[in-house]
């Protein structure tokens, strides 16, 4: 099986930075999109930053210019470099990765998500 694990939230100040990491493991052959959702209560989550496996980046337009999206393949990493954080971007974050494994069918691409990690930016 395939286990995305997250870290680096927190609680930070208006103007803050945070940096969250998100690693697999498990059965990995390769990954293909990997990038980061933030949900807050009673709302849907919502994507935050994507990086495909060819380096292509989209982000949220509220974050552009302020959080950065990067990944280390051979480590299955994806990171999230927040800067300028302001209290609307407190919220549960989220990583997803689309990890491609052998299955007893041959090789298929499965949506994995993190457990989740706490942002709180005070005011």
């Known amino acids: 099986q395939v286990q995305l694990v997250e870290s680096g939230g927190g609680l930070v100040q208006t103007g803050g930075s945070l940096t969250l990491s998100c690693t697999g493991s498990?059965?990995?052959?390769?990954?293909?999109?990997m990038g980061w959702y933030r949900q807050t209560a009673g709302n849907q989550r919502e994507m935050v930053a994507i990086?495909?496996?060819?380096?292509?980046?989209n982000y949220e337009d509220s974050v552009k210019g302020r959080f950065t999206v990067s990944r280390d393949g051979a480590k299955n990493t994806v990171y999230l470099q927040m800067t300028s954080l302001k209290p609307e971007d407190t919220a549960v974050y989220y990583c997803?990765?689309?990890?491609?494994?052998?299955?007893?069918?041959?090789?298929?691409?499965?949506?994995?998500w993190g457990q989740g990690t706490q942002v709180t930016v005070s005011s």
């Open positions: 997803t990765a689309n990890v491609v494994r052998q299955t007893s069918w041959g090789i298929r691409a499965f949506d994995y």
């Open positions: 990086i495909r496996s060819g380096g292509v980046k």
């Open positions: 498990g059965s990995i052959l390769s990954i293909n999109d």
